[in-house]
Nanobody
Framework: QVQLVESGGGLVQPGGSLRLSCAAS????????MGWHRQAPGKERELVAS????????YYADSVKGRFIISRDNRKNTMYLQMNSPKPEDTAVYYC???????WGQGIQVTVSS
């Protein structure tokens, strides 16, 4: 059974920083492309960033380029999203996803507000 558990969310001030983690189990983590998605109230879920199995980022949404960094540690079966200089419009529930599958984390709230 695949489990994806996000952590590290919460309230952050604009211009601050926050790091999300996604711990995976029940899969051979190192062979899968992974992604972070988000869904803001009243909006559709969108892909924020994705990373290949070896750790090379392959996509960033235009809205987060230059501010967010996706990474992974295959020894720890964990993926990360470093959120630098977050903006209020980054407020959303963030989801961890095994790309190309139906496996999603439960989601974690990130609120950017002063």
């Amino acid at each position: 059974q695949v489990q994806l558990v996000e952590s590290g969310g919460g309230l952050v001030q604009p211009g601050g920083s926050l790091r999300l983690s996604c711990a995976a189990s029940g899969i051979i983590f190192s062979i899968h492309f992974m992604g972070w998605h988000r869904q803001a109230p009243g909006k559709e879920r969108e892909l924020v960033a994705s990373i290949d199995s070896g750790g090379t980022p392959i996509y960033y949404a235009d809205s987060v380029k230059g501010r967010f960094i996706i990474s992974r540690d295959n020894r720890k079966n964990t993926m990360y999203l470093q959120m630098n200089s977050p903006k209020p419009e980054d407020t959303a529930v963030y989801y961890c996803h095994v790309e190309g599958s139906d496996d999603w984390g439960q989601g974690i709230q990130v609120t950017v507000s002063s």
